[in-house]
């Protein structure tokens, strides 16, 4: 390749990451909602997005928050064809991930198989075991950001998924429509494992019905042995999601999760990576709720020298939650700490690829992959 096509080349990939980059910031508005699979309001995981292909890369978007409602960017699409345009300008042709195919089934007692898991980008399947949490319904302990009971509320999803039902769920959504990895995560119960032995029992019952790769999320549980526990039912990767890495934002957002220590969370995960392997924990940072690019380079810093992989994504502030009106991170904030972060990975030889099942590897919910090339 001549140094010419190499140049333009670098430059189209550098224009898309940006437009992505952007758009999981300031969000998309739709002028027709029918468009791919349906959107999602509130409930856990990527609430108020919307999955969109761009230039072969699917990424999750907001479009149901406050932000996304004044964004510049909108879809018009027209005999099936849908076109991404920043005003009146059009600026390139995207496409939705289609409805899966499991959706159309339900269990024998009428639970429709969408109420029990969700299509996460386009090929990872993902539920919340328990959709509800300690926490959330005491504004003194709940986390700000958190929307976990909305889709309950709204009847879009159950309280408990059985082990049962998460298997005959995952084998459909497998051999219907090609899923590839799977994440169960589930709000804090009122016990000292934190969830570690629901989610246990979810992976046995999966892993007895399909052969797929699991990632589960939970708080640190009282014990480290929970770690051996699950790898011993078939948990391929592990979840402790931080938030936010600074005390006095960890105290403000998070007031009841903070009562979880930065510091047992540390220990947590040294002892984690030592039964999942380096890149098989990961944890979810919200850049924008208040912690510093520099505060959450550090924390970065740190957690990939123990093997944890930081998997950054911008805050989405979701509506009908204490956050709604904070504003999301500019695209240049995020920039600032993506770049970075890409490059500490890639010296550090960890790569999203790498990662065996989660939102690390899914990475719809952050550009952050894009930047573990550009060093």
């Not at 980059?21 to 699979?37: H, Y």
């Not at 799977?182 to 494992?193: E, F, N, Q």
């Not at 009282?222 to 890495?245: C, I, N, Q, Y």
């Not at 994504?313 to 600032?336: C, N, Q, Y």
Request: proline share 6%; with cysteine.
């Amino acid at each position: 390749m001549s140094s010419n096509a190499q140049l333009a080349l670098n430059n189209a990939v550098s224009n898309s990451q940006q437009l992505r980059t952007e758009l999981q910031s300031v969000g998309l508005r739709l002028i027709q909602t029918d468009v791919g699979v349906k959107s999602r309001r509130g409930g856990a995981g990527p609430s108020d997005h919307k999955a969109v292909t761009i230039d072969g890369v699917t990424i999750m978007v907001p479009v149901h928050t406050n932000t996304a409602w004044n964004s510049p960017f909108l879809v018009e699409t027209t005999d099936g064809k849908s076109t991404l345009k920043r005003g009146a300008i059009p600026i390139t042709s995207i496409s939705f991930p289609k409805t899966p195919k499991f959706y159309a089934l339900a269990t024998t007692d009428g639970i429709p198989y969408s109420h029990i898991a969700t299509l996460h980008s386009d090929d990872v399947l993902a539920t919340t075991v328990l959709q509800t949490c300690i926490r959330y319904e005491n504004r003194k302990k709940a986390c700000q950001f958190c929307s976990i009971g909305q889709s309950l509320a709204a009847g879009r999803t159950i309280a408990h998924k059985t082990p049962q039902q998460l298997a005959e769920v995952a084998f459909a959504a497998v051999k219907l429509d090609g899923i590839k990895h799977m994440i169960l995560t589930t709000g804090t119960p009122a016990t000292k494992d934190r969830g570690a032995q629901i989610l246990c029992d979810s992976v046995a019952a999966i892993k007895a019905a399909v052969d797929i790769p699991i990632q589960v999320q939970c708080e640190p549980p009282d014990s480290h042995e929970w770690f051996e526990k699950m790898k011993a039912v078939g948990v391929d990767s592990l979840g402790m999601h931080l938030e936010a890495v600074t005390p006095a934002v960890r105290e403000k957002i998070m007031p009841g999760k903070a009562s979880v220590s930065l510091e047992y969370y540390m220990e947590s995960f040294q002892h984690a990576v030592k039964v999942f392997g380096r890149a098989q924990v990961n944890t979810y940072i919200l850049a924008g709720l208040g912690d510093s690019a520099e505060d959450i380079l550090n924390m970065s810093s740190k957690l990939i020298e123990i093997g944890v992989y930081p998997f950054v994504v911008p805050f989405v502030p979701i509506s009908g939650t204490p956050l709604e009106d904070h504003p999301a991170p500019s695209k240049e904030f995020m920039a600032s700490i993506l770049k970075p972060l890409g490059e500490m990975l890639i010296k550090n030889d960890m790569r999203s690829v790498d990662i065996k099942a989660g939102c690390g590897k899914c990475g719809a919910c952050s550009t952050l992959s894009s930047y573990e090339v550009t060093v």
